[in-house]
């Protein structure tokens, strides 16, 4: 077993599976819960997909849970899509369940992979392709770039759709705002509030433009609603309605 072999193993097959992911149906950016939802429905439909993921650590916000209590909370009525997963809930009062943080974003993952969407992760989206007033595309460097603030010209991917899965941020729908001027506009979240963040999120999830659809806590930042917490039930609806969305358009 020889050292130079391992590496060769390792960088072929990495430079071909990302060549492969050159031409894609949907890019999505960000591996949070909603990133990983929308990609398991889209995938399990059967559509190319690939996740680009900034960090090292995949599942976003929800590996650490409310505060680093490493639970979540769930409502009721994304308790079959946890079912899905095969995620154990523990019922809390009439309408919320808790579950296992790192035990729900391991069946994310897992399952999410296995229906054939493939993560890239320690890759950021730094721009997006646009041709003819639609995304046609996403922009990448590798985060480590990034970080070490390094003057290193980007790659691009061409995706049929973008999904912006990229939490508070709404980083990708931030971007477009910046190349569009006034023609985009990200208003920006809320202050807590349950309640009125989970029932605004379905609503919010949505083809924000043409090409472009935004999905989880993006889209509750990008049309100026409520944050909500650490109750991820609509997150996981907004997933699956982003990837509904798209395969009734695709
Ligand atoms: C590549 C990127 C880029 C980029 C960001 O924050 P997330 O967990 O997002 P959601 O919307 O799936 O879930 C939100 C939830 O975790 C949360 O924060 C809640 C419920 N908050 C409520 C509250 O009140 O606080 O995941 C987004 C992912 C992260 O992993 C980022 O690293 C990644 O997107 N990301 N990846 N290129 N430009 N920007």
Not at 11 to 32: C, F, N, Q, R
Not at 185 to 208: D, H
Request: glycine share 10%; proline share 2%.
């Amino acid at each position: 077993m020889e050292e130079q072999i391992i590496s060769k193993a390792i960088i072929e097959t990495y430079i071909k599976e990302l060549i492969s992911y050159l031409d894609v149906d949907v890019a999505i950016v960000g591996a949070g819960p909603s990133g990983l939802i929308c990609a398991y429905y889209l995938a399990s439909a059967g559509k190319k997909v690939a996740i680009f993921e900034r960090h090292l650590k995949i599942g976003g916000g929800m590996p650490g849970g409310g505060m680093m209590f490493n639970r979540i909370v769930v409502q009721e009525e994304a308790r079959e899509i946890m079912k899905e997963f095969g995620v154990r809930l523990k019922k809390y009062s009439e309408k919320l369940y808790t579950a296992d943080a790192i035990e729900t974003i391991s069946a994310f993952t897992f399952k999410t992979i296995k229906a054939g969407a493939k993560i890239f992760n320690l890759i950021s989206v730094e721009d997006v392709i646009i041709r003819e007033k639609m995304i046609t595309g996403v922009v990448l460097n590798w985060t480590a770039v990034d970080i070490a603030h390094l003057h290193v010209d980007p790659l691009g991917v061409k995706a049929k759709a973008v999904v912006d899965a990229t939490g508070h941020d709404s980083e990708v729908c931030r971007i477009v705002e910046r190349k569009l001027g006034e023609d985009f506009k990200v208003i920006g979240e809320k202050s807590m509030w349950a309640e009125k963040g989970e029932s605004a999120l379905t609503e919010n999830t949505k083809e924000v433009y043409p090409g472009l659809f935004v999905c989880g806590m993006a889209a509750n930042a990008v049309a100026g609603s409520h944050r909500m917490g650490a109750i991820f039930g609509g997150m996981l609806l907004s997933g699956k309605k982003a990837a509904s969305l798209i395969l009734g358009k695709l």
